[in-house]
């Protein structure tokens, strides 16, 4: 499965499992690509200072934490190469994929109220062979205990509630951008242990959501 990305006019990066989970925002005017070719296309006419803006907009973020803002991009094909690859950390786990595809709509159908990122395709390994005699699963590491009073613990006290957190009201609470809580989620929590799941509300919005 490949992630569609959008960007809107705002410079606000999206990332879909499918074109028909990006309808909704490409309706709305944003631009979608898959790849850093077709990032390339819908850039192209893009004056370079644009470029620079988008960059600076998420460098030293949650989840882009280790990206420095820049001054300006030697030329367009490295810009667009460097945001391509930043941007890949709003891909999820494989497991989100699973759960973002079976909350997915049918074809033609409305996109889901928020963008749902997408894990990259990867090569199905073949089936170990089982030892003959089983041994325990070693207990999960435990995530560290945030410190009092930051944002990690404020996100996380947010998302053990019934009914989780969305995006939006994680970018209310925080003062962050859409993308900076994906990435945030995706690279500061879930790749560092934490369980974060996806939930449908009982009024069809899409939670982020820690169980106990």
């Not at 850093?36 to 907009?57: D, H, Q, S």
């Not at 994929?97 to 963008?115: I, S, Y």
């Amino acid at each position: 499965m490949t992630t569609t990305f959008t960007i809107n006019a705002e410079n606000t990066i999206a990332a879909f499992p499918t074109p028909d989970h990006a309808e909704a925002s490409i309706g709305a005017g944003a631009q979608a690509f898959s790849s850093e070719k077709e990032f390339g296309k819908v850039t192209a006419e893009w004056p370079v200072n644009r470029f620079v803006e988008i960059w600076n907009g998420f460098a030293g973020t949650p989840g882009f934490d280790k990206l420095k803002e820049v001054k300006k991009f030697e030329n367009r094909a490295k810009a667009t190469a460097r945001i391509w690859a930043a941007i890949q950390v709003l891909a999820p786990t494989a497991g989100e994929a699973t759960t973002a595809a079976a909350a997915a709509p049918p074809m033609g159908g409305v996109a889901l109220p928020e963008a749902q990122p997408t894990a990259k395709a990867t090569r199905a390994k073949k089936p170990a062979k089982a030892p003959a005699a089983a041994k325990k699963a070693a207990p999960a590491a435990e995530p560290k205990t945030p410190r009092a009073g930051t944002k990690k613990e404020e996100v996380l006290r947010m998302l053990r509630r019934k009914n989780g957190a969305t995006n939006a009201e994680l970018q209310e609470a925080m003062g962050w951008q859409p993308h900076s809580v994906r990435g945030f989620i995706s690279g500061g929590l879930r790749k560092t242990g934490v369980a974060v799941e996806n939930i449908k509300r009982a009024n069809g919005d899409t939670a982020y959501h820690i169980a106990e």
